[in-house]
């Protein structure tokens, strides 16, 4: 059974560009959260998605974009990336239905922007 | 607002200490608690959980207890080994997977043998 799955594992970026990151969510589950981890600091909840739509937003900017595809995956979206950007990006899955669960963490994305 | 505050590291300890990592909380409702583990190079890994007052979560001879009262989940162990080095993490979320998790700012160990 395979657990959360993201790619790529390490990106670099500039200034300025644009970055997609993508995950696969736990077989089962049908709910994706994803998070920035700032180096030295714990994970901040960037948005979460279920049936495709955001269902929940942490105090990020606009800049941070997201979809989530029929088959569960998931994409985050960074616009005009600044330097603060860099950090690992973390996403989750869950089951919505299933009240006893909690959300099993993917690898994470390095992003670098230099 | 929700929030995690964790004892500060790193710590470090010989190998067969016992350990404790303090984690307190502030929550509007009734949160589920839990401990992250993450190792080096590595996402984030449940290591335990609880889901209301004076329950105990244990994982790999890891526990904490659901302290209302004190609003804590301190991590305890009592004979930690070199493999338990790593960052751990103190979160809470109003309603498990449904709800974000808010993470406190992690606690270094290293165990040296």
């Known amino acids: 059974d395979a657990g959360v799955t993201q790619s790529p594992t390490h990106l670099i970026k500039t200034r300025g560009q644009q970055v997609t990151l993508r995950c696969s969510p736990k077989?089962?589950?049908?709910?994706v959260s994803w998070y920035q981890q700032a180096l030295g600091q714990g994970p901040q909840f960037i948005f979460q998605?279920?049936?495709?739509?955001?269902?929940q937003r942490g105090n990020f900017p606009d800049r941070f974009s997201g979809h989530q595809f029929p088959n569960y995956s998931s994409e985050l979206n960074v616009n005009a990336l600044l330097l603060g950007d860099s950090a690992l990006y973390l996403c989750a899955s869950s089951f919505n239905v299933e009240a006893t669960d909690t959300q099993y963490f993917g690898p994470g994305t390095r992003l670098t922007v230099l | 607002g929700n929030s995690v505050t964790q004892m500060e590291g790193p710590v470090t300890l010989s190998e067969e200490a016992f350990l404790t990592i303090n984690c307190t909380y502030t929550?509007?409702?009734?949160?589920?608690l839990f401990w992250y583990v993450q190792y080096p190079g590595e996402g984030l890994q449940l290591l335990l959980k609880a889901t209301k007052a004076d329950d105990k979560g244990s994982n790999k001879g890891f526990e904490a207890t659901y302290r209302k009262e004190t609003t804590s989940f301190h991590l305890e162990k009592g004979s930690v080994q070199v493999s338990d080095s790593a960052v751990y993490f103190c979160a809470l979320s109003l309603d498990f997977g449904n709800e974000k998790l808010t993470f406190g700012t992690g606690t270094r160990l290293t165990i040296i043998p």
């Open positions: 077989s089962g589950h049908d709910t």
């Open positions: 998605y279920y049936e495709e739509e955001e269902r």
């Open positions: 929550a509007t409702g009734y949160p589920s």
